[in-house]
T-cell receptor, first 113, second 114 residues
């Protein structure tokens, strides 16, 4: 596609449920990033992929969070046993190579009731 | 620690006037890139402007320009002839050669008064 896409755009779930958030990067972009943005706040780094490997997972807030990337393309961020504090907008971004300009998707707004 | 600081949570400017958003960063590295991103209410992050640290000349993009002061580790964004469509959150960001993640500031919410 022409840009980074994310699905779903909105997700409402109950506390304790698992959720999967999907990101489709720009074709050919080798680097993929996940960020979290709480209401009115800045961007919190979660994880970065180079190809299918994740050299930097330092931002994942707990072991309930995991992510994978397959075929050097689509990435899935999974949150297990969701908590209310997980409510936020989850942004995905890709870049041609690590360190170059990031192109962001529209984000997934997650609400945990 | 490598940090990016935006000290102005909110700014307001009259339409057609000029406004400057402040940003400072902290690093001991010599090779890095600096960015300003805009996030309108639609929440889509849009790149406004980019500056390479090795370039002394300040980057400009139409009505947007930066004042890059490397020694002071300052990277401010100037918006000239402000328009209603400029209303958004503006994030300053940096990427350093030793890391592959972009570090963002906390953002400045810019409002435009008609």
């Amino acid at each position: 596609g022409a840009g980074v896409s994310q699905s779903p755009s909105n997700k409402v779930t109950e506390k304790g449920k698992d959720v999967e958030l999907r990101c489709d990067p720009i074709s050919g972009h080798t680097a993929l990033y996940w960020y979290r943005q709480s209401l009115g706040q800045g961007l919190e780094f979660l994880i970065y992929f180079q190809g299918n490997s994740a050299p930097d997972k330092s931002g994942l807030p707990s072991d309930r969070f995991s992510a994978e990337r397959t075929g050097g393309s689509v990435s899935t961020l999974t949150i297990q046993r969701t908590q209310q504090e997980d409510s936020a907008v989850y942004l995905c971004a890709s870049s041609l190579v690590p360190g170059s300009v990031l192109f962001f998707g529209p984000g997934t707004r997650l609400t945990v009731l | 620690a490598q940090t990016v600081t935006q000290s102005q949570p909110e700014m307001s400017v009259q339409e057609a006037e000029t406004v400057t958003l402040s940003c400072t960063y902290d690093t001991s590295e010599s090779d890095y890139y600096l960015f300003w991103y805009k996030q309108p209410p639609s929440r889509q992050m849009i790149l406004v402007i980019r500056q390479e640290a090795y370039k002394q000349q300040n980057a400009t993009e139409n009505r947007f320009s930066v004042n890059f002061q490397k020694a002071a580790k300052s990277f401010s964004l100037k918006i000239s002839d402000s328009q209603l469509g400029d209303a958004a959150m503006y994030f300053c960001a940096a990427i350093y050669s030793s890391a592959s993640k972009i570090i963002f500031g906390s953002g400045t919410r810019l409002s435009i008064r008609p």
